[in-house]
């Protein structure tokens, strides 16, 4: 190619040698360097005057008779005048095309840069975003810094514009850390394992980072009012789990999942039936650190085991769990895509479990009381390491619809539609077990008795007060309680003796009159 270049640009040295200088050449090679060929005005292609161009016919061999009175210079005047013109038409033809070339390069720059940093790229590129995750180099992207660095806050209020909390805006840093700041249990505000990344101070900026990229990468966080994903995306924690950094790896393996979807809806039916994410080895991210793993490993359920299990990192590292860890595993998959999810249940079935009755209020039936801490002995059942002490309880996982709704999904999933018969069979303004024939006479137990002292309740972020039709109920705190309802651990105490329900800030959204039976 630059042979060829060489050879056109002297072919037309030849003809333009007595009209171009040296520099009016250079040009020309510079032009077709940039371009692949010469100036079309050069090239005879086109014409700088108005009528069309004309050939000349070449002179015949007539040699004309010397001037010898003319003085040489006047020779040389038309000479030159004639070359200027010539070598105006290429140079300005080379100055208006290359002045293009310029500003075409400058527009796409321009248009490269207009794009605020801090504004996520479209379409999300999601996978560079995690280019070198799972290493010490590992940095946040580029529009991530770019709003972490401008973010500042002052007693837990941030600089953030009110444009920004917009129901359809996405999720930035600076809304996320108010909204973490304000909502966050106490305890948490002390201390939290590291980050991730070389850019973060801890795994309070992970957890905000990677929900962005969520966000940012699916197609329906659009559809989605803010609120919703500030109190059911954002948070890294519900009941009093320890607290460890699931977000970041989550995203890495289990967005690929999900690559499509439309809805929210649509989204957690790619996870579920079958249970995807159970397969822990199976979903990788390009640019891990370790070969592919040629063995699976399923984590599987088994009844009673919370606690020790209750977090996601506990259920992979046994490699099993009950209802709460697998409703906390379930709803920390959902978050890490960008899915509304939420831990639902209920400290006491209103039901007689393996021989004890729970049914009732506490006033009425002291078997009640002793229900929301950790249940009697079994009267008619042994479990595998022979103690027969048993919960009547039950966790699920209710996530948010598009249409304003929530739905639950049972655990384990056994169907990708919501609202399945493995809780209950639900009919709409009877709630739980209602039938045209029996009405709500034939319901003995689960979610359909739920009652007084029997409450069923969905774990949540957002404030006492906040609106009831959105949240599905009332928000309530769980410090006026009588017991708590972390069954599991009723006496679970801080090194300083506060207790954990009444000090966590945990706040519940009572979700009873959704699933009571009513006729």
Known sequence: MALQIDQNVELHEEDDADYLSEEELSNLRLFQNMFGTLPAVRLGLVSTESTPRTTVAPVESKKPVPNTTAHPSNTKTKRTTAATASSNVATTTLAVLTLVLLVS??????????????????????????????????????????QKNNCTCVHEQCNVA???????????????????????????????????SIDGGSMFDDNIAF??????????????????????????????????????LFFAKFF??????????????????????????????????????????NIQWSSSTSPPIIDPFSFVAYGYSSCTGWATMLTYVARSVGIPARQSGTPCWNSVFEGVDYRGTASANSNVTQCWHAGLHSKTNVNKGGINSYLNNHNWCEIWQNDGAWAWHNDPPTSKSPNSASLCNYVKGHGCGWTAKDGCSKVTGGPGAAMEDHEIFSVTWSDVGSDAAVEGGEVVDAATFKWSPLVWAPG?????????????????????????CKE
Not at 107 to 114: C, F, G, L, R, V
Not at 262 to 288: C, G, I, K, Q, Y
Request: hydrophobic share 35%; net charge negative.
């Open 105 to 146: 390069s400058s527009t796409a720059a321009t248009s490269s840069s207009s794009s605020s940093p801090s504004s996520p790229p479209t379409p999300p590129a999601w996978k560079t975003w995690l280019e070198g995750f799972g290493h010490d180099i590992y940095r946040y992207p580029q529009w991530i810094m770019d």
């Open 256 to 297: 690929q999942l999900v690559q499509g979807a439309t809805s929210a809806e649509e989204a957690f039916e790619m996870l579920v039936a079958p249970n995807l994410f159970l397969n822990w080895t199976a979903h990788v991210w390009d640019s891990r650190p370790t070969t592919p793993h040629e063995t699976d490993y």
């Open 492 to 516: 679970h105490v801080a090194p300083n003796g506060d207790v954990m329900f009444q000090n966590g800030g945990l706040r519940m959204v009572n979700r009873t009159e959704h699933y009571r």
């Open 162 to 196: 009110t444009s920004a909390l917009a129901p359809d805006a996405p999720l930035t840093f600076c809304v996320a850390k108010q909204f973490l700041l304000l909502h966050m249990p106490e305890h948490d505000k002390t201390f939290m394992p590291p980050s991730v």
């Open 211 to 248: 929900a962005m990229m969520a966000d940012a990468s699916n197609t329906w966080s659009q559809d989605i009012p803010l609120p919703i994903r500030l109190s059911y995306v954002l948070p890294y924690a519900t009941y009093q789990e320890s607290r460890q950094n699931w977000r970041p």
